[in-house]
């Protein structure tokens, strides 16, 4: 059985995975609005990501007897300046969640739930590999800067991900 706090704290974490896959979304209709179909294939795979990740924390609570409450969704912001600035919002956001990830592993270890503190290792790793991502496309957009057939080429490449 989870306690109290654990069960909100893991609530709010459906919520925020929730977020990042509104996040995405809007950011995969701000590409495709610039043509950019790879980039906004990539964000919408990303998008699909979060919703299972917010699924998975569901279905654990489900499991260990909680109850899940869903809280409203923030509406994300539509509208970026460039590819970069998308992605720096990304790797950001990525970092901040993998923040809130170590508060839910470290109130784990607190309260001596074992089995949340197993359950968020997945996360603890999955964050690692998002933080990855975000940052190398970053550093790639960087290098080819806003040369238009230099971001062609990377939303060619982007449009590979399955």
């Known amino acids: 059985m989870l306690s109290?706090?654990?069960?909100?704290?893991?609530?709010?974490?459906?919520?925020?995975?929730?977020?990042?896959?509104?996040?995405?979304?809007?950011?995969?209709?701000?590409?495709?609005?610039m043509n950019m179909d790879g980039f906004a294939k990539?964000?919408?795979?990303?998008?699909n990501e979060e919703k299972t990740h917010a699924m998975k924390i569901y279905d654990y609570v489900i499991a260990r007897g909680g109850k899940v409450s869903l809280l409203p969704i923030e509406a994300p912001k539509a509208k970026w300046a460039s590819a970069g600035k998308v992605f720096e919002e990304v790797y950001a956001h990525e970092q901040k969640v993998t923040g809130m990830i170590n508060a839910l592993v470290d109130l784990a270890a607190k309260e001596k739930d074992h089995a949340s503190f197993e359950?968020?290792?997945?996360?603890?790793?999955?964050?690692?590999?998002?933080?990855?991502?975000?940052?190398?496309?970053?550093?790639?957009?960087?290098?080819?800067?806003?040369?238009?057939?230099h971001l062609f080429w990377l939303d060619h490449q982007l449009g590979k991900r399955e």
């Open 119 to 149: 359950m968020l290792q997945w996360f603890v790793k999955e964050q690692v590999e998002e933080e990855e991502h975000a940052s190398g496309i970053l550093a790639q957009i960087r290098i080819v800067g806003d040369i238009p057939g």
């Open 42 to 47: 990539w964000m919408r795979i990303q998008a």
């Open 4 to 33: 109290k706090n654990m069960e909100e704290a893991l609530n709010k974490q459906i919520n925020r995975e929730l977020y990042s896959s509104y996040l995405y979304l809007a950011m995969s209709s701000y590409f495709k609005s």
